[in-house]
């Protein structure tokens, strides 16, 4: 005979799905980048493969897969990223503290969270400049280049 009831110690290491929806969504460095919309799951296993993200009014939402989850609990869920598209609207400055410009194109490898380059606004009538993932040296509400330019 299969027992189908928990005992109240195995049931509190799980989260009950209505408990997680609107559930904080941060990144690697603290910043909250939305909340929880939705989780899709593997119809197979019922593992967690991926999470969707809102971003608020008039932006757009993030689809992040569960390999760039890194804990996920009745308090929010942390990410082992930084979500590329939270970069465009920054500012950038160079490695002496000037501004380069603002964020406007991210290239990035496809389906993937690995940066290639960013496209960067200096002003109007200019050609936007574009910036090596390897010229990157910090990012938090602006991103910082370790690079002069």
Same mark, same amino acid.
């Not at 019922?46 to 689809?63: D, M, R, T």
């Not at 979500?83 to 964020?103: H, Q, T």
């Given at each position: 005979?299969?027992?189908? #009831?928990? #005992?109240?110690? *195995?049931?509190?290491?799980?989260?009950?799905?209505?408990?997680?929806?609107?559930? &904080?969504?941060?990144?690697?460095?603290? *910043?909250?980048?939305?909340? @929880?919309?939705?989780?899709?799951?593997? #119809? *197979?296993?019922?593992?967690?493969?991926?999470?969707?993200?809102?971003?608020?009014? +008039?932006?757009?939402?993030?689809?992040?897969?569960?390999?760039?989850?890194?804990? @996920?609990?009745?308090?929010?869920?942390? @990410?082992?990223? @930084?979500?590329?598209?939270? +970069?465009?609207?920054? /500012?950038?400055?160079?490695?002496?503290?000037?501004?380069?410009? &603002?964020?406007?194109?991210?290239?990035?490898?496809?389906? #993937?969270?690995?940066?290639?380059?960013?496209?960067?606004?200096?002003?109007?009538?200019?050609?936007?400049?574009?910036?090596?993932?390897?010229?990157?040296?910090?990012?938090?509400?602006?991103?910082?280049?370790?690079?002069? /330019?």
């Amino acid at each position: 005979m299969v027992d189908v #009831t928990a #005992t109240k110690k *195995e049931l509190e290491k799980i989260i009950v799905d209505e408990s997680l929806v609107g559930l &904080k969504v941060y990144a690697k460095n603290g *910043e909250k980048i939305g909340l @929880l919309d939705a989780i899709f799951l593997d #119809t *197979e296993n019922f593992n967690i493969k991926a999470i969707q993200v809102n971003k608020g009014l +008039f932006k757009f939402e993030h689809f992040i897969g569960s390999k760039y989850i890194k804990k @996920l609990s009745p308090e929010g869920i942390i @990410l082992k990223i @930084l979500p590329l598209e939270d +970069f465009i609207g920054k /500012m950038v400055y160079d490695l002496n503290g000037s501004m380069v410009g &603002k964020v406007v194109h991210i290239n990035k490898v496809k389906n #993937t969270n690995k940066l290639i380059s960013l496209d960067v606004s200096h002003g109007i009538r200019k050609h936007n400049i574009v910036v090596p993932a390897a010229s990157i040296k910090k990012v938090s509400e602006s991103i910082l280049l370790n690079i002069e /330019m």
